[in-house]
């Protein structure tokens, strides 16, 4: 083998494997289960050079294939963990990588992953003081060192800093969490804290080169143009369109508060830092190698955008590309393709784009997915709803098909009114205008905070759907700040603009086409055609998807 990597599933080491079999190295993945290969397979990745072995590097090493590079990414990286499990990985499991290594006859080099508050540490390791995981890992970057030198085992210790990137749930992730869902009122440590980031596409670069590089030298991977946390987290704050924490409290204050007050985790303090770190060799390294960083800003609104996808590691981005775009001036989420959708879906209340998941495999050619301004992930806007759709479809330059779900009908069917050249076809799905009043949602002042508190399961059950991700999607949203309020001002709107939407219907010059459930049908007659789905209710998107994008289809 060209290169073995430990800890080959984890969150740096799949990336490694991929960077190294893109460059064509034969790559063997020690691991104890392999879940490497579907997500290699899911990324696009060749593995026609990948070896996948079982190690479990808590226990001395046998019988792997040689070869000539040795990465160890493996870490047991949590807070709270027991001094027996962080130890068995951090310490012991390190050192049985490197003495393992130290039988290749053909070594080129190892390059441990130690950490950038960690490494080179001159005092013991205190796990009372700093709890199990950094202490653990304190530990463990002295024993690799110690005992490579011992074994003259040529030995390169890379320490990056926060490794931001598709899949990163722990550390400043749960700060972005409670900054999204407004748990977050006021930022933990001084105005001068530096949490320094370090993208994870440019750590799997930065390692593949190493081995090739002078050994001796160790390396501190950050960007040290990441702004203090300060303005890292209100940066973030823009991009997602929510309020960022005006106020700091000091480490030592929130080290005294009861954890339930506080929500921190007293191993994460010690992070919380002015410190700066030595990482001219680094810089020099990656100049030489070739290597530039992104813009620290660019990568945390990418990266946010990737949290927000994904809801913080509880579900899977379902429609690419994805992201926070300026849309009538407020932070709009829009997924799919903005300049050449073939089918633009409009959701209704009180859910998000997500509602389209279902549907979109069965239709033919790419499609446009926002959620709504002040609704799902969207920030809410002063203009019309009207403005935001057409400044929403502006660069759009196909005309692509309309569709819309319920209380979205009515902004629907003004733009094609008004645009009648801009749209092929007008797809109308449950349009709550021209159908009775739904029983599933009060509009009294209680509605608010009974949206509120509706768990996944609950609004399944008021919607009379069966408990999948678009629901748990919608929950999640409804218990965001301001959403559930808007969700109820958007439902009074619409019900008492229902008369102008159904007049309109008389002067829409481009094709529609109506789909209803046959539990919710319409009360209205209309002069359009009307198809019926048979058993679907007010969701037929969710409960019948197919049939859903056939009749979108045409």
Known sequence: MDAIVFGATGFIGRSLVAELLARGQRVAAAVRNDTLTPWLTSEGVDTGGLTVVTADITRPLSGLPEARDVYNTAARFAFGLGVPEARATNVTGALHVLEWAATLPRLRRLVHISGYRVSGAGSEPD?????AYEASKIEGDQAVRARARELEVPLTVANPSTVIGPGQYIGLAAMVDDLWNGRLPALPGGPDVFLPIVTLDYVARFLAEIPASPEGEHYWVLDDTTPLLPELIGTIAAHLGVRAPRRTVPVGLVRRLPRRITGADPETLSFLSADRYPTEAARAFAATAGLEMPPAVDALRAWADDLVASRFGAASAWLRPYGFRAVAGSRTWV?????????VLLHGLPMNADLWAPVTPHLP????????PGLGRSAATDRPVDA???????????????VAHSLACGPALRFAVEHPERVSRLVLVSPAFLQAPGPWLNRSR???????????????????LPEGPEVASAAADLRRPGVAGRVITALRA???DRGRSRALLDRVQVPVEIITGSADPLVVDVGHPVAEIAGAGHHPQLTHPAEVAHLISG
């Open 127 to 131: 796990y009372a003081a700093l709890g």
């Open 335 to 343: 997924a799919g393709e903005r300049h050449h959708p073939a089918h």
């Open 365 to 372: 050619g790419p499609v446009l997915a926002p959620d709504l």
């Open 388 to 402: 935001w759709l057409a400044d929403l479809l502006g660069p759009v330059r196909t005309r692509p098909v309309l």
């Open 446 to 464: 209680l509605a608010v905070p009974m949206l509120r508190r509706m768990s996944a399961a609950r609004l399944a059950g008021t919607l009379h």
């Open 494 to 496: 619409a019900f008492a």
